[in-house]
């Protein structure tokens, strides 16, 4: 059973340019969270997801962010017209359900030039 | 709001040093409390859990003791080698949220052999 895959694993942008990093969860698994790492940071949760479903996107900046979970096909965060601030690591996590443990990602690091 | 605080790194020790990462938290009710590792490159892995009060988490050779009179959740392991060189996260799980996991700043751990 394949882990969680994420990709591209390296992601260099500059300003102004959209991100999308792509999450793909585990066989079996219908909840993908999304977390991000600043520089010497821990992790910040920004979004939770279910197939077709956003649940709780209480961590996502306001604008310029947006996560999506079709039916079909990986997860999708996207950050429109990037700025330096948000280089970062981004890692996805799945779960089965919402009561489980969370199973994390290589995680896409992203650069703004 | 509910928090994480861990001990600041980086922790430096020789091969087969005792080794102790503090970590405290605030929050209501009763969190489930965790320990991640992340190694160069890689996304994060579960080390350890615990879920309530008085459970102890172990795994390769760690162990974690959940106290709620101190609120703490100290990593510990008694003989550590240069494989255990890594980043080293507390998190929680509030009791209100089972689905946000909120991190520590995380712990960075080398080994000297």
């Known amino acids: 059973n394949a882990g969680v895959m994420q990709n591209p694993r390296h992601l260099v942008r500059r300003r102004g340019q959209e991100a999308r990093l792509r999450c793909s969860p585990m066989?079996?698994?219908?909840?993908v969270y999304w977390y991000r790492q600043l520089p010497e940071e821990g992790l910040k949760f920004m979004v939770y997801?279910?197939?077709?479903?956003?649940?709780?996107e209480s961590g996502m900046p306001k604008e310029r962010f947006s996560a999506e979970f079709p039916k079909e096909g990986p997860s999708i965060l996207r950050i429109q017209q990037v700025v330096r601030g948000d280089s970062a690591a981004y890692f996805c996590a799945s779960s089965p359900t919402d009561d489980y443990e969370q199973y994390f990602g290589p995680g896409t690091r992203l650069t703004v030039t | 709001g509910d928090s994480v605080t861990q001990m600041e790194g980086p922790v430096t020790l020789s091969e087969e040093a005792f080794l102790t990462i503090n970590c405290t938290y605030t929050a209501t009710g009763y969190p489930s409390l965790f320990w991640y590792v992340q190694y160069p490159g890689e996304g994060l892995q579960l080390l350890l859990k615990a879920t309530k009060a008085d459970d102890k988490g172990s795994n390769k050779g760690f162990e974690a003791t959940y106290r709620k009179e101190t609120t703490s959740f100290h990593l510990e392991k008694g003989s550590v080698q240069v494989s255990d060189s890594a980043v080293y996260f507390c998190?929680?799980?509030?009791?209100?949220?089972?689905?946000?996991?909120?991190f520590g700043s995380g712990t960075r751990l080398s080994i000297r052999p």
């Open positions: 066989k079996g698994h219908s909840h």
């Open positions: 998190a929680l799980i509030p009791y209100s949220s089972a689905s946000k996991i909120i």
């Open positions: 997801l279910q197939k077709e479903n956003i649940i709780d």
